[in-house]
């Protein structure tokens, strides 16, 4: 599960940030994951907390926001939500090549006192 890894990174990422801005506590980290990054959100939620033990960041809120992958076909340019790495656009049945996010794993904020 190298979902383990992702939250023990994202916590280490989180303790340095907010010692260098001299804060004693990590309320809360908020996540933009992108639906085709290869991380499983609800594996990442339950490994978290573990993650966050002994922490600056023990019982801190992990805020996910889930960002969709958008693709354009390039041959008809229908633009939906991608589901896979690469899709078959839904009008024509094209195979996608042209993805627009949905691979991020980026914090985006941490909270802290």
């Known amino acids: 599960m190298h979902e383990m890894s992702i939250a023990v990174n994202i916590v280490a990422i989180a303790e340095d940030t907010a010692r260098r801005a001299g804060a004693k506590k990590i309320n809360a980290i908020s996540l933009d994951l992108g639906a085709l990054s290869g991380v499983v959100k609800d594996a990442l939620e339950f490994c978290f907390e573990s993650a966050c033990k002994n922490t600056m960041a023990e019982g801190a809120a992990l805020e996910l926001r ?3 992958a958008r693709a354009v076909c390039e041959s008809c340019g229908h633009r939906f939500e991608a589901e896979q790495m690469a899709p078959l656009c839904p009008n024509c049945g094209e195979l996608v ?3 627009n996010g949905g691979t991020e794993l980026k914090v985006k904020s941490i909270n802290v006192d």
């Open 97 to 99: 090549f042209q993805l």
């Open 66 to 68: 889930v960002i969709p």
